[in-house]
């Protein structure tokens, strides 16, 4: 028995029939193609599946897919737009935040959340919301660094600085 579904991603409307015990990451990687999405542990404690649904960041691999009936999702591929990065992967890629890259999707959409609600975090701000998110590659550091120029860039309406 599949279920079926309508949801909004990255701004455009998919109607979906789905298996009750697929997840949101599956449904976004296997049926709409968006790699963007990680598969890091399916167990929600990697941050690798990040997505926004609304404006709240969720681990997509422990929403069923069928929650997601209704809503709005973001991806990491819905933040460009016309093919200009958005300035927080503008941000994360000239800080230098991105080694492997695997787990850049999930931090990058979390630090698109926390900006929404918080343009001018403090670094504990900042930590706090990058809680969940693993990285074995860049030290979190680079990261952190990513996030204090994503939040200078929006202020300032997206100049770099050198």
């Known amino acids: 028995m599949r279920v079926d579904i309508q949801v909004v991603v990255n701004g455009r409307t998919h109607r979906l029939s789905v298996e009750p015990r697929h997840s949101l990451l599956h449904v976004l990687r296997e049926d709409l193609g968006l790699t963007g999405v990680k598969n890091g542990c399916e167990d929600g404690d990697c941050g690798a599946c990040v997505v926004l649904v609304g404006e709240e960041p969720v681990n997509s691999c422990l929403m069923l897919a069928a929650e997601a009936d209704g809503c709005s999702v973001t991806t990491v591929e819905g933040l460009a737009l016309e093919g200009e990065l958005s300035h927080i992967q503008r941000a ?71």
Do not use: W
């Open 92 to 162: 994360f890629a000239q800080i230098g935040a991105v080694q492997c890259g695997y787990c850049t999707p999930g931090m990058v959409l979390a630090t698109q959340a926390l900006l929404t609600r918080n343009p001018d975090p403090s670094a504990d701000d900042v930590k706090a919301a990058l809680v969940g998110h693993l990285c074995r590659c860049t030290g979190y550091v680079k990261i952190l660094e990513a996030v204090q120029l994503a939040a200078e860039l929006q202020r300032s309406g997206g100049e770099v600085r050198e």
